[in-house]
């Protein structure tokens, strides 16, 4: 088993990166492979709604490296992502990789234990955590618990390390997730049967 997070912020090895470390830290105790993949510096651009993707197998048209991450997340069992706090939100960058990997990939997300984790100075961690729940939910996800909101706090570099409780949530969101993916991995129950979609517009 294997988790991908994604590291939204600018700063490869900034205070996201660590929180996300402290995270993947639980899920290599407890055997489950972990990789922190950094987007926040990527050159992306938003989704052109072009429906390229949906005759060409979930592939983008754009090609600036978000095809090649989302065949890992899409091959991973577990997701997790990190963002620092922008305007009491997910920064511009994470946006526009969120937006186009989940309209390329969502039939794959069905099911797949997901969390998310913020760095935030002082506030907007709630939006923040929000706005990344909206792409976990609408594409059946399962949401990992954790004891408080996932958020940490910190602004210079290091700085989440003296928030201890927020280093203790992420970690129990890397055990909380380890626990997940054991249990799915020993269940026999079948998945839910998928119905087709039904889209209804509400102007006729």
């Not at 700063?11 to 926040?40: F, R």
């Not at 186009?100 to 998310?116: D, E, F, N």
């Not at 939006?127 to 408080?148: L, N």
């Not at 970690?171 to 249990?183: D, H, Q």
Request: net charge neutral.
């Amino acid at each position: 088993m294997n988790v991908i997070a994604i590291n939204g912020s600018p700063h490869p090895k900034g205070n996201t990166y660590l929180a996300l470390s402290e995270a993947c830290a639980e899920l290599d105790k407890a055997g489950i492979s972990s990789e922190i993949v950094n987007v926040g510096n990527l050159k992306l651009t938003g989704c052109r709604a072009c429906g390229y993707c949906a005759s060409h197998g979930g592939k983008c048209v754009l090609d600036d490296g978000l095809n090649e991450i989302a065949e890992k997340v899409k091959a991973a069992d577990g997701l997790i992502v990190g963002s620092p706090v922008y305007y009491a939100g997910i920064n511009g960058t994470l946006k526009c990789f969120l937006d186009r990997l989940y309209y390329t990939s969502s039939g794959s997300m069905r099911l797949k234990p997901a969390a998310a984790l913020v760095v935030l100075r002082r506030a907007g961690g709630l939006d923040t955590v929000e706005d990344i729940y909206r792409f976990f939910t609408i594409s059946e996800m399962i949401v990992t618990p954790t004891r408080y909101w996932p958020a940490v706090h910190g602004r210079t570099p290091g700085e989440v390390t003296e928030d201890g409780e927020g280093m203790q949530i992420a970690r129990n969101i890397g055990k909380n997730m380890a626990y997940l993916l054991k249990l799915k991995a020993a269940s026999d129950i079948p998945l839910p049967e998928l119905e087709e979609k039904i889209s209804t517009n509400f102007i006729r």
